[in-house]
């Protein structure tokens, strides 16, 4: 993952990063929201998005979206739309922003609030790159908006709290399917039945 500084590149703002897909690429703005990718848990769930099969026309929920950059991501990657969700009034500007900055604004729809500000809708893919004690939380709220074989992207997670969100996920008919194990955290893939 190859995370480049661009100062007054193409028209950008001075400050505005390059996030690189491989095939596509997210710009962010200087923003005051958490998520410029390189965290070991962003750039996990970069890795993770880059090599997911089926992203095209996916619905994408993206609960604590920060700066945005996981739902653009997954934007860049062929998803149709995002709702994304965050308690942070900082984060849903910095969303709304990068958004803009990356000629997405029609296609992501950023809410001040939490799982429950997203409705009921159902969504193919669920991003959840947040605390494990807030991934624990949320996660029956989470479980109950993925579509029927919807996946699940949940990172920042200690290792420590990793077997405790892996038996609720089995409890809610959700089964991990590839565990990353970084440096202090892991990241899980998980997929509904």
């Given at each position: 993952?190859t995370?480049?500084?661009?100062l007054?590149s193409?028209?950008?703002p001075s400050?505005?990063s390059r ?6 690429c997210?710009w962010?703005g200087?923003?005051r929201a958490?998520?410029s990718?390189?965290h070991?848990?962003t ?11 089926g992203l095209a026309d996916?619905?994408?929920l993206?609960?604590?979206?920060g700066?945005?950059v996981?739902?653009?991501?997954a934007l860049a ?6 709702v ?8 849903i500007?910095?969303t709304r922003e990068n958004?803009?900055?990356n000629g997405m604004?029609?296609r992501?729809v950023?809410?001040l ?10 969504f ?6 947040l ?7 949320s996660?029956d709220?989470?479980v ?7 996946r699940l992207?949940l990172s ?6 990793r077997f ?5 996920l089995?409890?809610l008919?959700v089964?991990?399917?590839r565990t ?11 997929r509904?039945?």
């Amino acid at each position: 993952m190859t995370i480049a500084g661009i100062l007054g590149s193409a028209g950008r703002p001075s400050g505005t990063s390059r996030v690189d897909l491989g095939t596509a690429c997210v710009w962010l703005g200087p923003a005051r929201a958490f998520g410029s990718g390189g965290h070991e848990t962003t750039a996990s769930c970069l890795e993770v998005l880059r090599g997911l099969p089926g992203l095209a026309d996916a619905r994408v929920l993206d609960v604590g979206c920060g700066t945005g950059v996981l739902g653009l991501a997954a934007l860049a990657l062929g998803a149709r739309s995002v709702v994304a969700v965050d308690t942070e009034a900082d984060s849903i500007a910095a969303t709304r922003e990068n958004a803009r900055l990356n000629g997405m604004s029609d296609r992501v729809v950023p809410i001040l609030g939490d799982v429950l500000a997203a409705g009921r809708a159902r969504f193919d893919l669920i991003l959840a790159n947040l605390y494990g004690d807030l991934i624990l939380a949320s996660i029956d709220e989470m479980v109950a908006r993925l579509a029927a074989t919807g996946r699940l992207l949940l990172s920042g997670i200690r290792w420590e709290e990793r077997f405790e969100i892996q038996a609720a996920l089995g409890r809610l008919g959700v089964e991990v399917h590839r565990t990353l194990m970084l440096e202090e955290y892991v990241t899980l893939l998980a997929r509904g039945h």
